[in-house]
């Protein structure tokens, strides 16, 4: 390892090809060199980038880092604040006045009473994409109508809407939108939630989001609440399912593994959740001087925390890069850590066993339709990463 200060001067905008699965080159060398870079910010503004694990687990864990939008010093302009009821870029005590009424509502216990509704909503995914196959856009037919079909119930979205509200948030977070539309989608489901909020303070039904409106929160943070619990719950769960299906095809042995054990199955989940790390990145901002890695971090710089390489750092994975389902994965960053710990970690969780559990059991000859290489990845622009199409066959 070099003792020289490695400097990022960029953030990759793509991966090596034939690499769907590993962060990119650049981020890869960072980590080699040491667990904390100098970086530049789009914007210019000097930062830092953190590679390594262990520095990446205690910035989260570190109330001297904010997550707070407004903080963010990354661009020649002052960032407005998060708006009410956004806390995953809000600090205490904002933050935990919108996270506490919810921690009870996705509780490991509450999560897995579900998993009979989950299996009920896979299995008719899955008699759907029998009876259209041999062949399937596991995307369309799978990945995505799963945890939509989930988290909207859990919030009371009537089930007419769903389509459009799908729609609406993979336009604003797929990465490849213009800003006009990407306003324009984000602004439509805002004014959405909002009809929505109402509907529920006027007649509350069996539901996370009429159960919330028996509180202090206000229509505004309510919506707020809204758009954060249905766009993490639907774009993180849905690009795991597809490219976690991609991964396992493309490493047939540790398939191979899975199959002749389904017993595997929460290991090969939290070992997909490492290995691919759909949530990249995020920033932190210092409130003082703070000494990270033997680093003097500036009071007002923000750092990149790059997850995807925290979770492929040699230092805490042995043979980081390849996909081993039998790996103890457990501690992994995939979602987060410290107070902004991601709220739906558990039902995620729950998702994807039996998510993966019924289609490998469902489709024993699954395979890919088209060459690897020609599997459309999402940019790495998108907040996301993940396919935005995975067609697959089998036999009949």
């Avoid at 921690?103 to 299995?123: D, H, N, P, S, Y």
């Avoid at 199959?259 to 199955?265: F, G, S």
Wanted: proline share 7%.
């Amino acid at each position: 390892m070099s003792e020289s200060l490695h400097t990022v001067t960029t953030l990759p905008a793509e991966r090596r090809p034939g690499c769907p699965f590993d962060p990119p080159a650049e981020l890869i060398e960072a980590r080699e060199h040491g667990p904390i870079s100098r970086f530049t910010h789009p914007g210019g503004k000097p930062g830092w980038m953190i590679t390594g694990y262990d520095l990446v687990r205690s910035v989260l864990a570190d109330s001297r880092f904010s997550a707070r939008k407004d903080l963010l010093n990354v661009v020649d302009f002052e960032l407005p604040p998060a708006p009410p009821g956004e806390f995953l870029l809000m600090d205490e005590p904002q933050h935990g006045r919108y996270r506490k009424p919810l921690v009870g509502k996705f509780t490991a216990r509450r999560m897995r009473l579900l998993t009979e509704r989950v299996e009920q909503i896979t299995a008719d995914c899955l008699d759907a994409m029998e009876q259209a196959g041999p062949t399937a856009d596991l995307v369309t037919a799978f990945a995505k109508p799963i945890p939509t079909i989930i988290i909207c119930e859990l919030l009371g979205v009537p089930y007419e809407d769903r389509d459009s509200f799908q729609e609406q948030i993979d336009t604003f977070m797929g990465g490849e939108t213009n800003d006009e539309d990407l306003i324009a989608a984000y602004t439509a489901t805002q004014e959405y939630l909002a009809r929505l909020v109402a509907a529920k303070r006027a007649k509350p039904t069996d539901d996370v989001l009429s159960e919330l409106t028996d509180s202090d929160l206000t229509d505004e943070e309510l919506k707020g609440i809204s758009l954060i619990l249905l766009a993490a719950g639907f774009d993180t769960t849905a690009n795991m399912l597809s490219l976690g299906t991609f991964a396992l095809l493309r490493n047939p042995e540790q398939l191979a593994a899975l199959r002749a054990d389904p017993t595997l199955v929460d290991q090969a989940v939290e070992e997909l959740l490492r290995y691919l790390t759909v949530a990249k990145s995020f920033m932190r901002t210092a409130l003082e001087d703070v000494e990270v890695g033997g680093q003097l971090i500036e009071a007002g710089t923000t750092v990149v925390l790059s997850y995807n390489t925290a979770n492929r750092d040699p230092e805490r994975y042995p043979d980081p890069h390849a996909l081993d389902l039998g790996r103890e994965a457990g501690g992994h960053l995939a979602f987060g850590h410290g107070i902004h710990l991601c709220l739906g970690a558990q039902l995620a969780r729950v998702e994807m066993r039996v998510a993966f559990t019924a289609l490998l059991s469902r489709f024993p000859t699954l395979r890919l339709a088209v060459p690897a290489e020609e599997v459309a990845l999402r940019p790495e622009a998108a907040d996301i990463y993940g396919v935005k199409s995975l067609p697959v066959t089998w036999d009949a």
